[in-house]
C-alpha cells in the first residue's frame, strides 16, 4: 500500500490530533490514537519507556537476513501473508537460509491496536497471532473504532488471551508510545514509500511475487557461500 494513499486516508486524521490522545469507543476501554511523529520522538528521548522486542523467524546466523515492513490494515501486506509468507518460510526460513525480520508500520491507529494485541501473548506466541490478524483483515477492520476493537479482542480470544490480558495490552500507554518511537526510528533507518516492502542483505525491494522473491534470495545465498 503506498505510503502517501495512507497518510492521506484514516490515518491523516489520528496524526492531525498532534498529542498523544486516549479514544474511548463505545462500550471499549481506552484505546490510544497515533501521537505526532514528533511527540513520539521526544517521549522516547524524555521517558523511560518498555522495550519493544525485535520479531524474528529462522537462524539467527542464517546467511541472508529479510526484513519486512508491514501494515496491519494493509491489504497487499495481507495477500503477502497468505500467500507468499508460508512458502518462503517452508522452503527459505525453517531450512536456516533465511533470517527473518518483522517490523510494524503504523499508517493508523487501527494498525497500532492490531500490533497491540499481536504482542500481547509475547514473542513466542506473535507470528500465530500475526497470521489470525491477517486472515481475517477484510472482517476486523469493518465499522466504527469500538467494533473494530472489539473485533481484535475477538483474535485475541481465539489465540487464547483472556479480556483482561487484552484489556491490559490494548490500554498500556507506555507500550503504544514505544511502539510508536521504534516504528519512526525505523523510519530513519529505512524510509519505505509503502507496505509491505521488503530489505534484503541491506538492500531495499517492493512487494513481488514467491517466484521473485525465490532468486533473489537464492542468488543471496549462492553469494554467501
Same mark, same amino acid.
Given at each position: 500500500? =503506498? /505510503?502517501?494513499?495512507?497518510?492521506?486516508?484514516?490515518?491523516? *486524521?489520528?496524526?492531525?490530533?498532534?498529542?498523544?490522545?486516549?479514544?474511548?469507543?463505545?462500550?471499549?476501554?481506552?484505546?490510544?490514537?497515533?501521537?505526532? @511523529?514528533?511527540? @513520539?520522538?521526544?517521549?522516547?528521548?524524555?521517558?523511560?519507556?518498555?522495550?519493544?522486542?525485535?520479531?524474528?523467524?529462522?537462524? !539467527?546466523?542464517?546467511?541472508?537476513?529479510?526484513?519486512?515492513?508491514?501494515? +496491519?490494515?494493509? !491489504?497487499?501486506?495481507?495477500?503477502?501473508?497468505?500467500?507468499?509468507? !508460508?512458502?518462503?518460510?517452508?522452503?527459505?526460513?525453517?531450512?536456516g537460509q533465511v533470517r +527473518?525480520?518483522?517490523r510494524e508500520v503504523y499508517? =493508523? /491507529?487501527?494498525?497500532?491496536?492490531?500490533?497491540? $494485541?499481536?504482542?500481547?501473548? *509475547?514473542? =513466542?506466541?506473535? +507470528? *500465530?497471532?500475526?497470521?489470525l490478524i491477517y486472515q /481475517?483483515?477484510?472482517?476486523?477492520?469493518?465499522?466504527?473504532?469500538?467494533?473494530?476493537?472489539?473485533?481484535?479482542?475477538?483474535?485475541?480470544?481465539?489465540?487464547?488471551?483472556?479480556?483482561?490480558?487484552?484489556?491490559?495490552?490494548?490500554?498500556?500507554?507506555?507500550? @503504544?508510545?514505544?511502539?510508536?518511537?521504534?516504528?519512526?526510528? %525505523?523510519?530513519?533507518?529505512?524510509?519505505?514509500?509503502?507496505?509491505?516492502?521488503? $530489505?534484503?542483505?541491506?538492500?531495499?525491494?517492493? %512487494?513481488?511475487?514467491?517466484?521473485?522473491?525465490?532468486?533473489?534470495?537464492?542468488? /543471496?545465498?549462492?553469494?554467501?557461500?
Open positions: 500500500m =503506498d /505510503r502517501r494513499t495512507l497518510m492521506m486516508g484514516a490515518g491523516a *486524521g489520528v496524526m492531525a490530533a498532534g498529542t498523544y490522545a486516549l479514544l474511548r469507543p463505545a462500550g471499549a476501554p481506552e484505546l490510544p490514537l497515533l501521537p505526532q @511523529a514528533a511527540h @513520539a520522538q521526544e517521549a522516547a528521548a524524555s521517558t523511560d519507556l518498555p522495550e519493544v522486542v525485535e520479531m524474528v523467524l529462522g537462524d !539467527p546466523d542464517a546467511p541472508v537476513e529479510v526484513i519486512e515492513y508491514a501494515s +496491519f490494515t494493509c !491489504p497487499h501486506c495481507a495477500s503477502f501473508h497468505r500467500n507468499t509468507m !508460508p512458502r518462503l518460510k517452508e522452503n527459505y526460513i525453517d531450512s +527473518f525480520v518483522y499508517f =493508523d /491507529r487501527f494498525g497500532l491496536w492490531a500490533g497491540m $494485541v499481536a504482542r500481547c501473548a *509475547g514473542p =513466542d506466541r506473535y +507470528f *500465530g497471532i500475526v497470521d /481475517r483483515q477484510a472482517e476486523w477492520t469493518q465499522g466504527a473504532p469500538g467494533a473494530v476493537a472489539e473485533n481484535l479482542r475477538q483474535i485475541g480470544r481465539v489465540a487464547g488471551l483472556s479480556n483482561e490480558q487484552l484489556d491490559a495490552c490494548l490500554t498500556d500507554a507506555a507500550m @503504544a508510545q514505544a511502539m510508536i518511537a521504534t516504528y519512526e526510528a %525505523n523510519m530513519e533507518v529505512h524510509d519505505i514509500p509503502g507496505t509491505p516492502h521488503f $530489505v534484503i542483505d541491506g538492500e531495499m525491494h517492493s %512487494n513481488m511475487s514467491y517466484e521473485d522473491f525465490a532468486t533473489i534470495l537464492d542468488a /543471496r545465498i549462492a553469494a554467501a557461500q
